[in-house]
């Protein structure tokens, strides 16, 4: 048995409901079928006037990532290439509202001066400080340091039932875990941490007297590489992050990291567990497991729509959108473009191996993808592993996909030979 | 017909997608710049998924025909 405390079941499904009154704001209540509407106005054509959710006849206010912003003009592109080619062009479609108006003060407060708000050189320096913590040949540093104990420790829990929950008691808390353990919290400060995910401010009183330690003496941690990490700036100077730089990126990385690897966890699950032949192919060939996830991806991403903000007027892909404008980039319609992808509709983990745009594209494509990917390599390949015969639980409601902005499954009940 | 794929080293953030679908083609080095594997050993889509993956288009794919 791990000696690793587990988490408090409860406070679990208080914090990562899907239904909860913060997940509202991106569209939590809506349980349609996005996609057909996503299908029906990329044949129409690839950028149209409005907000992702205007056009799929959603009313309500919704927040997310580039809205509600009401002053400025909005668009959406749905095909493959127009998505892909303005993640690309970082120039004309910047990633902040300040890129393209100086003195604008809203948005995404507390992440003003973050990697996902800075551009070009500034952004690029910055990155290259944290990028060889997050390339593919660290995944096991990630795995072996802060994911497989928690994976087993869950595990353990469940084990002797011969039933559970996965959604929440599973993939919900590997990701806060393994990114609160990679600051150097411990597991059982993991959910005060996360219940500070949208208040910063808060956060920074948990990692102001971590930078600090890690300042006096490096542990072998995310913090102690960021305490660490220098750069030369042009005039052949070392610079150091300051405190705030790296409170400005831990921060983010929760926000970023520990919502959307929980879900896409989750949907991956709910899609093999609802294709039992497919899971069964999986089991036994654990090769398959990495297609699984690569199109549980490409077929659902959790979060299908990410905001530009528009720097110079542009005929793009027969839309005129001028200067000032916010882009969102429905990735979630690109991964089916059926020009892309044959049966764009089908969940398939046999079909070739190609890029989608779950983690984005261009130089702010997804910082985590591989720390992401272990998670859900980890956590889905230590059930199969360790839960006999696992499948969906027949007396229980089947899972099923719901949200806009951030989508994923409520429950996964599933029961297994104990 | 042989095959050459150019890094430019200035493009290359090290987003390590190369390595997800040429998983044998590309590796890291400790700048986090992918490097290209003697040989490139797999497979021409694979590799060509990978050049066209890359997120700031630092690969090249370049097929020389031999005489």
């Given amino acids: ?418 | 017909m042989s095959l050459r794929i150019d890094v430019d080293r200035e493009s290359c953030i090290g987003s390590g997608v190369c390595l997800v679908y040429a998983p044998n083609t590309f590796v890291h080095d400790d700048d986090a710049k992918a490097v290209v594997v003697d040989g490139a050993p797999d497979d021409l889509e694979s590799i060509q998924n990978a050049v066209q993956g890359c997120p700031t288009r630092a690969l090249r794919l370049i097929v020389e025909d031999e005489f």
């Avoid at chain 1, 808060?202 to 003496?217: G, H, Q, Y």
């Avoid at chain 1, 980039?329 to 509709?345: E, F, K, M």
């Fill in chain 1, 1 to 418: 048995m791990s000696e690793q405390p587990v988490l408090d079941r409860d406070r679990m499904r208080e914090l990562f409901d899907l239904r909860n009154s913060i997940v509202m704001f991106t569209g939590g209540n809506y349980t349609d079928d996005p996609y057909p509407i996503w299908h029906e106005l990329r044949d129409q054509a690839p950028v149209h006037a409005g907000t992702p959710h205007e056009l799929n006849g959603i009313e309500d206010d919704l927040f997310f990532h580039g809205l509600p912003f009401p002053e400025w003009p909005h668009f959406t592109a749905f095909s493959w290439t127009a998505c892909d080619e303005a993640y690309r062009n970082d120039i004309v479609f910047a990633s902040s509202a300040t890129a393209v108006d100086p003195e604008y003060e809203g948005g995404l407060r507390g992440y003003e001066s973050s990697l996902l708000t800075m551009g070009g050189a500034e952004h690029r320096r910055y990155r290259s400080l944290v990028q060889p913590s997050f390339v593919p040949a660290k995944a096991q540093w990630w795995i072996t340091n802060w994911m497989q104990a928690t994976v087993d420790a869950l595990i353990d829990t469940i084990l002797e039932e011969g039933r559970g929950e996965l959604n929440v008691d599973f993939c919900a808390a590997i990701p806060v875990i393994t990114i609160t353990g990679s600051f150097g919290i411990p597991v059982h400060q993991a959910l005060d941490v996360r219940e500070t995910v949208s208040d910063p401010q808060k956060m920074i009183e948990f990692l102001v007297p971590i930078v600090e330690a890690r300042r006096d003496e490096p542990a072998d941690d995310l913090i102690s590489v960021l305490v660490e990490a220098e750069y030369t700036d042009e005039d052949g100077k070392i610079h150091r992050l300051s405190d705030r730089e790296i409170y400005s990126f831990a921060t983010l990385l929760l926000a970023a990291g520990s919502g959307t690897t929980w879900k896409q966890m989750g949907i991956t699950l709910a899609a093999l567990l609802q294709r039992p032949d497919v899971l069964a192919a999986v089991r036994d060939d654990r090769s398959l497991l990495k297609p699984a996830i690569e199109e549980s991806l490409r077929w659902m991403p959790t979060d299908p729509a990410f905001a530009r903000w528009v720097a110079e007027d542009i005929d793009f892909h027969g839309t005129h959108i001028p200067r000032g404008s916010i882009l969102h980039i429905n990735l979630g319609a690109a991964n089916r473009d059926p020009s892309r992808w044959d049966r764009p509709d089908e969940y398939d983990i046999y079909r070739p191996l190609k890029p989608s745009l779950a983690f984005g594209s261009g130089p702010h494509v997804c910082l985590g993808m591989h720390v992401a990917r272990a998670e859900m390599t980890t956590g889905i390949g230590a059930l199969l592993d360790r839960l006999p015969n696992l499948r969906l639980d027949p007396d229980a409601e089947p899972p099923s996909p719901l949200g806009f902005y951030e989508r994923g499954v409520m429950e996964i009940p599933v029961v297994f030979d104990a």
